[in-house]
């Protein structure tokens, strides 16, 4: 059983940064690909960032490229989501993912979720 927990949300201005920060319980942290999906309102939830176990594959969503960058720290159990040049497009709950299998997380079926925690980029 893994559980995630996010923080870093909040109220920032078009242009702004933000880090997104996912805890994640459970010894075997490593052998999970970790991911951050976003869900708009009235829009379906879309992959953002996605990182393999040793953080050596990751994959972004078009419109994040260049701005949003998915870390993690295997010692430490996190996954981080640095999102510089914010733009109001961007607001959405933003959740950390989690599975075994890169793909499966990647195509939006991973096995653990969090909360989520509310991202509102403001014009």
């Known amino acids: 059983q893994v559980q995630l927990v996010e923080s870093g949300g909040g109220l920032v201005q078009t242009g702004a940064s933000l880090r997104l920060s996912c805890a994640a319980s459970?010894?075997?942290?490593?052998?999970?690909?970790m991911g951050w999906f976003r869900q708009a309102p009235g829009k379906e939830r879309e992959l953002a960032a996605a990182i393999s176990g040793y953080g050596g594959g990751t994959r972004y969503a078009d419109s994040v490229k260049g701005r949003f960058t998915i870390s993690r720290d295997n010692a430490k159990t996190m996954v981080y989501l640095q999102m510089n040049s914010l733009k109001p497009e961007d607001t959405a709950v933003y959740y950390c993912a989690g599975d075994t299998s890169f793909v499966t997380l990647v195509a939006g079926t991973g096995q653990y979720w969090g909360q989520g925690t509310q991202v509102t980029v403001s014009s």
């Open positions: 459970g010894r075997t942290f490593h052998s999970y690909a």
